[in-house]
């Protein structure tokens, strides 16, 4: 029998994250006994336990411990997180350590150091001189950099459910189309004013059906009033939202009248081309070219898009991002200072947005498809709160809350 | 080889009516011949064919002759629909011609004569006498009457596609979620308007999730303005209408605050409780106890609610119909005057509706799942246009756009 | 301050009764105090803790102890369950009891007694002069009856996971479709070998889809092998599978060549009128008329299918019960002996048998739409696991799987 | 009065090409006067109309004009197609002709001359010298290329219904999942077969579900019998098929027994950090580190995998392309022979492949999500028949349909 002690303290009791570690111990086929165990009665205290963990043999509680680590749990005799140096650029030691994006600390010389930019499934590199801890992904680590191996000296700070009226709550039980989702989006409001009032950015993901639905409207009014500070999204939402702006189309199609207009893809090529023959977005504007829009907008507030092309993207348009390594490095540098994140109707871009963001940042995602939601959470993005709702009538009451 | 000369006229270019009897001929191994052909040049010209049809056996031209029926084919030289006599109740003659939603005319002594009350997957019974007829379903004939057998004499009048801009074309392409939805649920709105100023009926089909997304007080408000004049549905939209309108709750939430205030369906068993303790809706809105809600707005102005039970339903409420039959026939006896339908989050009551609707009632149905429209046109209700949205959001909209 | 001390005991750690059950304390705005906690250390081992709970005020108080009885908590100080007397047939007396589908035990003149035929959202009858309990719908509960109020003298058996591993643990988890759905096709086989093995009974429900698919064959070849032992439906899984026993086709749709040979429901109303003429299903397989099938299977053996209507139905075919509450009785009459239902294609049956099914009886629901499954979630059959797949390939690879 | 005299011949009857152009012309406001008809009355022979077009205004018939060249109308007096030269790189003549996926040729210099890799939303290069035509995306054209512009001299070959027992049609119809599956699939692989035999290559679309689902096996054993010829996928699909060819696990997931063996995505960086420390997957394999499954297979028989990355990934393994340009550039050299594709479970590099595929090559198109056939319908892949089914099951059967 193998066996080791840990601590787990915080808000354990109403964050469930006491019984998802005896879950974890006894699904692992480990066994626990309670050294120590103080509840915190009212809501302002925490709670601690202390676990002796056993296990029939050292592979099975070294996984134990690994899976515990998530909800925080530390080694009561703990060391120094372990690092070994890379050896090959863009190639991990073997036993590296992969980050979820829960905040997260390693033991440096005795002190715990918080991870920097901590995002999910990167590693950990240690730069013990200046007793500082960075997220790298894999193909940017350099020979003789030190990544963190194993577990020990690594703590995590599980997902605490805060006490209080759980604003998202109701959204995170379940992805059901059966609820009030009027209360929902004004709930959503309420947090983006709070976030600009502290000065948080927002960060909207669009995927193209919101220019397809005659949304982008609703975006552009958000942009104006302030609660856009930065834009995640792919070659097809600018094409279309320029599209949308010179010739009133989206995939040929008037936003007006609903009538298709143009057959197939020719505005959305010549809008492209528009562009192109200017030579960028920045000098649309400029000229007078490009005149309304949720591109226009943000351009015009100097505002970030960042904008990463795709396989199947046509063009592309200007600025928009064809190298996938360059676009994550674009993504990751736009996000400090993002305290809260919309998503709408993206699965791509979605997605790769949840790989670089901490879990602490506030997520809502909106789409009309319940598996965009499921497919999100099912990569990780747990902390994300899915609206199962119309992007378009989603945004345009969006706007409606925000307007005044 | 056996053959049979068929006439086609009126809008049968624009309405696709001519290819598709052609594409039926050839995918059934007939052949034909074109005797005479005049295609109307303006919108309100019509035109006119004349075709012979070969086919290698009576059996296939039989199988030719019943389907081109469907797009109103009448054979140059037909005679008087044929029938057989019912000679067991609710038992049909083997050779029973069965209907479709369209229009449908059968020849008597020499006459066309218009067939009543025509809906899908029913039989027609003529009384030779008073030269009428009308659809029976199946269990209803009575031994004795004279149904319509065979395929001769009888005209159906296809559903022609108005050459005039199409008000619901724009939905009835696809069931894409990619449009701009506000376009339609205006145009939905001016089709209500308009049918409720010439005096037609307009049916609402509701299902639950309606009331659970807090949509009810939209229908309520399209009920006091007059745009709502039969509701179809089930027991559970009227048990959740009267539990809101008693507690604030559907399925025990707060529809104001979104929170869960009440474990699982408690409200609702309250909900069915207080009416059978009262004995009936009328008597609940009478004494005061109900004093809101759908169902109220309804009783108050005397207009009628088919509420058909289901296997799946708890209580029921008073005025719920548990007999399938009996539920059925109460909503045939609705639909008279009806000439616009609007269905809203319900597979079951949608389905059922369109059993017993003719093609040529407009009809919208509003689903956040595109598998409910799929289904419905699956089932022969092609008329209906479909409209993939959120219901909550989708009714907000249509009482905000017929508020003025 | 109110405040009353309970108790919980079983599996309350792995079954995250003890978490959930402070969760709720905390949610609803109480406080709690562990006077006292033994945790089962070993898998067979079962835990106990005492709590004594504060909150506010009496209601929140009553709020709190009606939702911990559903985790099977019981006042240390207990009474005998509290009965009020119906006074009016098919109403229930106004604070009753509404029960969940946990097995569940009332303390009659100071004995648990263990309620029988347990279903969600009915009531508890007490016979005191027998010392029996009963669960009643609403409707049939008679003057003079006595049903449960308050809460008091009720004790919940939660629901437990084993702690061995969990059969049916991986397809609980989400509704995710990206799973590995070979095993846990194996994994239902093994369970109905062990089922039938130990005389249980399987039930299955089956919507039509089962047999437009083409999947009719491999239901009928469980039938066959003895693992199917009741079936619930309707009238479209009765009709297309007569439909297609008589005349190859489903909704006109050859089986065999994936060709469509008859226009839309004319073959379905043929089916339908041919056992009408012969009067019953039981005398069309004595007359030789029909003669394969899941019908026939089920005929042949004496098994049981019960078939309710709904208000879509055409026909209906000889059998099929249109009055809804006699159609919910013989669902309930088919139960008992019942250990295990597979739940295919079929939203509303599933949904009307999870009503009436206790929640130990193992349920898998196997839909290609997971909104099936999530309904079902949402409206209490939360033991039910589901599985996002092809009905027809699902049904194939099981009768594989069994077919040794 | 504008006026043009067009000519169509071919299968225009039961290809419903004829009353698709006289539909257009009427929608977009335009008459037209029949000159001549002649139907093809045996399956053999073609038909011919010649149709004089009038439209109130030039821009109208120009509108008319260019949409009825989709269905392969041509000017009666026609010219050679114009061009403009291309004046700045990677920009286009303002009134340039985008192209659809159809055959297409164009006029030069009195002569119809075939566009070579046809593809839509792209524009055609014409060399007058060698007389011949190319596509080019907009990005590749250089300064001084004569891009088609306008829309005579230009003439599309519309597709063409055979009017044999079309193979696919039962899948096209509609997205519906209530089909006979089992017929489908051994359709695709008697196509399969068939197309293999006269040495046209098949190309199978792949998304991670394949591997999640544990279906990657069956690819391997198509790829073994000589079924798959090129593989279109991106960085997930090569990384989990290498994660579960060195750890047996898929997201950490045990593809044999279905548990969760490693927590999140650690597996899958390692199967990354793998190959990226021996260098390539040919080295790999090479050093016998790789020895099954989907990438082996393929590297083993010297076929081709294009792997474009995307903004989501990890990583990325060698081998995967992250410049996008780069990436559909492979993509297009790969697809010269490509006779059939096979695209399962993967939205975005089905709509990628979609994009560069002509509409010739047969296209299969599966998913579980029926929004996937959809979208792909939307952006013009019209010729892709969808199969709504559960990947996994569905290659297992293709596989054992494929076996002997």
């Known amino acids: 029998m193998s066996s080791e002690t840990i601590e787990l303290s915080g808000h354990i009791i109403d964050s469930w994250t006491l019984p998802s570690a005896w879950d974890v111990i006894m699904d692992r086929g480990g066994y626990f006994t309670v050294d120590e165990l103080r509840i915190g009665v009212h809501k302002t205290e925490t709670s601690y336990i202390r676990l002796k963990i056993e296990a029939p043999d050292d592979n099975t509680l070294d996984l134990i411990l690994t899976e515990l680590q998530q909800f925080g749990a530390a080694l009561v005799n703990g060391d120094d997180a372990q690092t070994a140096a890379v050896e090959q650029p863009g190639v991990l030691p073997p036993s590296f350590y992969s980050t979820t994006n829960l905040p997260t600390q390693v033991r440096v010389q005795g002190q715990w150091v918080q991870v920097e930019n901590i995002e999910m499934d990167v590693v950990i590199v240690i730069d ?14 350099q020979i003789g950099e030190r990544v963190v191996t194993g577990h020990g000296g690594i703590r995590v700070q599980p997902f605490e459910r805060a006490r209080e009226r759980e ?10 189309t059966e609820k ?9 409001a309420r947090q983006m004013r709070e976030t600009r009032e502290r000065g948080g950015k927002i960060l909207f993901v669009l995927g193209p059906a919101v220019i397809h639905t005659g949304a982008g409207r609703y975006v552009a009014d958000l942009i104006l009033r302030g609660y856009v500070h930065v834009i995640f999204g792919g070659n097809a939402i ?15 199609v008037n936003l007006r009248s609903g009538e298709q207009v143009e057959g197939g893809h020719r505005n959305h090529l010549r809008a ?41 993207d046509d063009g592309p348009m200007p600025g928009v991002i064809s190298d ?28 790769a947005t949840g790989n670089v963001l901490p879990a602490t940042v506030r997520t809502v995602v909106v789409d009309i498809n319940p598996s965009v939601v499921t497919k999100l959470a099912d990569r990780g993005s747990f902390q994300a709160a899915g609206l199962i709702t119309d992007a378009e009538l989603f945004l345009r009451e969006l706007a409606e809350a925000l307007s005044d």
Chains 1, 2, 3, 4 share one sequence.
């Open 128 to 141: 013990t001189e200046q007793r500082r801890a960075f997220c790298k992904p894999m193909h940017e680590v």
């Open 324 to 351: 996938m390594q360059e676009a994550q490095k674009q993504m990751r540098a736009a996000l400090p200072g993002v305290e809260m994140t919309v998503m709408v109707a993206s699965m791509l871009h979605a997605i």
């Open 180 to 188: 009030v989702k009027v209360l929902a989006i004004h709930e959503i």
């Open 238 to 252: 600018i094409t279309h939202d320029v599209e949308s702006a010179l010739f009133g189309t989206s995939l040929g």
């Open 167 to 176: 604003s998202f709550a109701f959204m995170q039980s379940s992805v059901s």
């Open 272 to 312: 492209i081309n528009a562009i192109r023959a200017v030579g960028s977005i920045e000098k649309a504007v400029e000229l007078g070219l490009l005149k309304e829009g949720i591109t226009y907008e943000m351009q015009k507030r100097g505002l970030r898009m960042v904008l990463a092309g795709s396989i199947r």
